[in-house]
């Protein structure tokens, strides 16, 4: 059983240009989170989606940041005009349905963007 | 006040010496509670989950939950230097969407 995967792995991107993540769940899951993590920090969530609908954004930047995960294929993360500060690590994680009482998160290898 | 805390550390340990990792949280109605293991450069990995008061024990680790005084610790027994990484603590927001609200993490290093 295949766990989170994420691609690219590593992306370098110039100031300006749009940069785009991929993560496809592990088989069985519904529910996608991004998160971005800086060097030597926490992880900031950024966006929570189930299939065809955004869940919760409050973490993601109102400008240029924006995420899916349609019906088919892989959730994107897509980051229009990036800018020297999006550098950082961005890690996926998926779950079976969210509920109350419990679930658990399982994350992705992450995808270290570096805009030079 | 943060959700939740951690002490960043660095939290250093003998060789096979027990490792205590602590965890508050501010929401009183929090039900579900969730240690990580980041390995420097990698992604963090989930190694246990506790959802009820007291003890659950997973081989060498041992995570405490006391929902009254809103801590969750994680114990790590006989350490070992394969064990040095940041732990994060995470717990479901019991309010809105549910989703993890993780503290900053705590760095282990533990000394051969």
């Known amino acids: 059983n295949a766990g989170v995967m994420q691609n690219p792995r590593h992306l370098v991107r110039r100031r300006g240009q749009e940069a785009r993540l991929r993560c496809s769940p592990m088989?069985?899951?519904?529910?996608v989170y991004w998160y971005r993590q800086l060097p030597e920090e926490g992880l900031k969530f950024m966006v929570y989606?189930?299939?065809?609908?955004?869940?919760?954004e409050s973490g993601m930047p109102k400008e240029r940041f924006s995420a899916e995960f349609p019906k088919e294929g892989p959730s994107i993360l897509r980051i229009q005009q990036v800018v020297r500060g999006d550098s950082a690590a961005y890690f996926c994680?998926?779950?079976?349905?969210?509920?109350?009482?419990?679930?658990?998160?399982?994350f992705g290898p992450g995808t270290r963007l570096t805009v030079t | 006040q943060k959700e939740v805390e951690q002490n960043s550390g660095p939290l250093s340990v003998p060789e096979g010496a027990i490792a205590s990792l602590n965890c508050t949280y501010s929401?009183?109605?929090?039900?579900?509670f969730f240690w990580y293991r980041q390995y420097s450069g990698k992604s963090p990995e989930l190694i246990m989950s506790?959802?009820?008061?007291g003890d659950k024990e997973d081989g060498r680790f041992t995570a405490q939950l006391n929902k009254a005084s809103q801590y969750v610790s994680l114990l790590i027994r006989d350490s070992q230097p394969s064990d040095s990484a940041t732990y994060l603590c995470?717990?479901?927001?019991?309010?809105?969407?549910?989703?993890?609200?993780f503290g900053t993490g705590t760095r282990l290093k533990v000394l051969a």
């Open positions: 994680a998926s779950s079976p349905p969210a509920s109350p009482v419990g679930y658990e998160q399982y």
């Open positions: 989606l189930q299939k065809e609908n955004i869940i919760d």
């Open positions: 929401d009183r109605v929090s039900q579900s």
């Open positions: 995470a717990v479901i927001s019991p309010r809105g969407t549910y989703k993890y609200i």
């Open positions: 088989k069985g899951h519904s529910h």
């Open positions: 506790i959802y009820s008061n």
